[in-house]
């Protein structure tokens, strides 16, 4: 019972979104009125629990929440992302289980490194709890064409250089990191979105050494995927390169010291012409001794024939060449009737590879020869590729046959040709 004036009146201790019905009567001399006014009406849910980012990529953010606590009423969930960039910008979750468990809910086409503030609220009929709300960010999209400058590696530094994101992504800044696990976790360098894409290291490396740097954009204090790329620098020269050579046989003996102060797995020696070359596998300078070694062989002869001549083609071996020596004869004859010919190296400079191309002239038609070249410098010889091959037979016959077939006569012309090329060796 109320008195006449206690409008408006609070009903207290309801539960939170309980659907209830109040009915208000009149009331004389103890009696209800025959007729009463009454009224629906639905209580605010409690909010949800907390809620954390569960997965996040470039354009998608999975959020996963507590249900509200203490128990109360309600159906389901309303989740809402601003700005609203999503197909689907508000998501209604349907509340699973009693007591209910933690709920998700996915937003997808977002824009990369975007801050997005997300709510979830709980709903009962047509009232809804107050937010939970939280600012979440997508991953930033990673930087483009990240690269070395192989013109700036040096035994103790490099330079690295990239580009802006492709596509539409939202970034205040760059991370650059190098990879130098020898000297505890690697220290971040920042560039500002509008300064230049680019920066050299120069410090605290080791010649030698490789090194994997690491580029990042980051949005807030959100990092993209990284881009990678690894850098070897400039070993040192080797020290003290000397080599002795034996006079009988040609043959160099090379002996260097290794600079301590770089790190290289293996040596490299190049021989051209009258130079050694020691270096490490990649090279910031050479270290070269004069030395007489003998020149590169021919290799690779492809011979061209026909009845008294073979052409012998094959490409320019590197290094000096002064000349080429070829010698020929028939297969089984006597060492004094071998006939031979010298043929001018030519330059050394840009001719490597070309073809170079031997006439051996007035040989005897359908004979096997053994052909043997080799290339000298400074009185020294290379080793002997030799090959034979048979000169082309001529003309075996040339017949004509005369048959007598009614009005018609048929005239065959039988040409037989033959010759063989062994194998190079």
């Known amino acids: 019972m109320l008195p006449d004036n206690a409008s408006p009146y609070t009903l207290r201790d309801l539960t939170p979104g309980g659907t209830y019905q109040v009915q208000l009567f009149t009331v004389y001399d103890n009696k209800e009125s025959a007729v ?57 979750v349907e509340k699973d289980g009693d007591p209910p468990g933690p709920a998700q809910a996915a937003f997808k ?12 609220q709980t709903v009962s009929d047509l009232e809804t709890s107050f937010p939970t709300k939280a600012q979440y960010r997508t991953i930033p999209l990673r930087p483009f064409s990240f690269t070395v400058d192989k013109n700036s590696v040096t035994s103790n530094s490099f330079k690295v250089t990239w580009e802006p994101p492709k596509g539409l992504s939202e970034f205040d800044k760059y991370q650059i990191m190098i990879n130098i696990r020898r000297q505890g976790p690697p220290v971040p360098v920042f560039r500002n979105r509008d300064e230049p894409t680019e920066w ?69 020696l ?24 003998g020149p590169n062989p021919v ?28 010698t020929w004869a028939e297969l089984g004859v006597e060492e004094e009737n071998v006939r031979s010919k010298n ?20 040989l005897m ?36 046959f005369l048959l007598h077939f009614s009005m018609y006569i048929l005239f065959f012309t039988y040409l037989f040709i033959y010759f063989c090329i062994d194998k190079i060796t």
């Open 343 to 362: 043929m001018s190296g030519g330059s050394t400079i840009g001719e490597e590879g070309r073809s170079v191309r031997a006439l051996v002239e007035d």
């Open 200 to 268: 050299e290291f120069h410090e605290n490396l080791e010649a030698g050494r490789t090194y994997q740097v690491l580029a990042k954009t980051v949005s807030g204090k959100v990092t993209s995927w990284p881009a990678t790329v690894n850098v070897t620098l400039k070993p040192l020269p080797v020290r003290d390169l000397q080599s002795v050579v034996d006079e009988h046989t040609g043959d160099v003996t090379v002996t260097w010291v290794p600079d301590n102060a770089s790190y290289q797995e293996i040596y490299k």
């Open 109 to 120: 086409g977002l824009v990369p490194g975007r801050a997005y503030n997300i709510s979830v």
């Open 365 to 400: 038609p359908g004979v096997k020869y053994r052909f043997e070249i080799h290339t000298t410098s400074y009185h020294l010889d290379s080793d002997i590729t030799s090959l034979t091959a048979r000169t082309s037979t001529l003309l075996a016959s040339k017949l004509r």
């Open 299 to 326: 290799t690779s002869i492809a011979p061209l024939i026909d009845s008294t001549n073979v052409t012998l083609e094959f490409p320019r071996p590197e290094g000096r060449i002064e000349w080429f020596v070829i």
């Open 270 to 293: 190049a021989l051209s012409g009258t130079h050694v070359t020691v270096t490490s596998p990649v090279c910031s300078s050479t270290t070269d001794c004069k030395s007489r070694t």
């Open 36 to 92: 009463y006014v009454s009224r629906n009406f639905t209580t605010k849910p409690n909010t949800p629990g907390k809620f954390i980012v569960w997965f996040r990529n470039e354009t998608t953010l999975l959020v996963l929440w507590q249900p509200s606590y203490p128990a109360n009423i309600y159906t389901h969930y309303k989740v809402s992302i601003d700005p609203e960039d999503a197909p689907e910008s508000v998501l209604y």
